[in-house]
């Protein structure tokens, strides 16, 4: 089992930034990818990036490329997503999820675990 656990949310003001972290904890030891996912009430979770166990390839939704950048350092066992230039567009409750692959997957379906969320909210 994997536990994750999100943080660095918060409210912020248009034009702002934000970090969030993924810490890991339990059966890190293979590889796993991590990806962000975002979700608002009534709404379907949206993928928001993804990055594979190496960190050599990430891969991001179009409403955040060049916006967003994730990351990770697999000796804290934790990945990161800088969120600049936030727009109220971007409030939502972000999840970090961990799946069973080495490589890039966009839907919730190949994940495997789930943090529990953290809220980001944005003030126009």
């Known amino acids: 089992q994997v536990q994750l656990v999100e943080s660095g949310g918060g409210l912020v003001q248009a034009g702002g930034s934000l970090r969030l972290s993924c810490a890991a904890s339990?059966?890190?030891?293979?590889?796993?990818?991590v990806a962000w996912f975002r979700q608002t009430p009534g709404q379907e979770r949206e993928f928001v990036a993804v990055?594979?166990?190496?960190?050599?390839?990430?891969h991001y939704a179009d409403s955040v490329k060049g916006r967003f950048t994730i990351s990770r350092d697999n000796f804290k066992n934790t990945v990161y997503l800088q969120m600049n230039s936030l727009t109220p567009e971007d409030t939502a409750v972000y999840y970090c999820?961990?799946?069973?692959?080495?490589?890039?997957?966009?839907?919730?379906?190949?994940?495997?675990?789930w943090g529990q969320g953290t809220q980001v909210t944005v003030s126009s």
């Open positions: 990055i594979s166990w190496s960190g050599g390839s990430t």
């Open positions: 339990g059966r890190t030891r293979s590889g796993k990818s």
């Open positions: 999820a961990a799946g069973n692959f080495y490589g890039i997957a966009t839907h919730e379906k190949d994940y495997d675990y």
